[in-house]
């Protein structure tokens, strides 16, 4: 993993809540964050999401990539 999930809320500045998956890897994206993050948030098990925290804990759950 070339990011920490913990970074992730920084990257996620300007999101409403709740947002879905897509919502929030375009976020992700338009503020900067790593592709490998953008991905990531594309392949989350949850549709939506209420909060940044449950971002990260649901970045700290998955299984990571390769």
Same mark, same amino acid.
């Given at each position: 993993?070339?990011?920490?999930? /913990?970074? =992730? $809320?920084?990257? *996620?500045?300007?999101?409403?809540?709740?947002?879905?998956?897509?919502?929030?890897? %375009? @976020?992700? &994206?338009? /503020?900067? =964050? $790593?592709?490998? *993050?953008?991905?990531?948030?594309?392949?989350?098990?949850?549709?939506?999401?209420? %909060? @940044?925290? &449950?971002?990260?804990?649901?970045?700290?759950?998955?299984?990571?990539?390769?």
């Amino acid at each position: 993993m070339d990011f920490d999930p /913990n970074d =992730a $809320p920084r990257y *996620l500045q300007g999101v409403e809540y709740p947002a879905s998956k897509g919502d929030l890897a %375009s @976020a992700a &994206e338009e /503020n900067g =964050a $790593p592709g490998e *993050l953008v991905e990531r948030i594309g392949t989350l098990g949850r549709p939506s999401f209420d %909060s @940044a925290d &449950e971002v990260v804990a649901e970045l700290e759950a998955s299984p990571t990539s390769g």
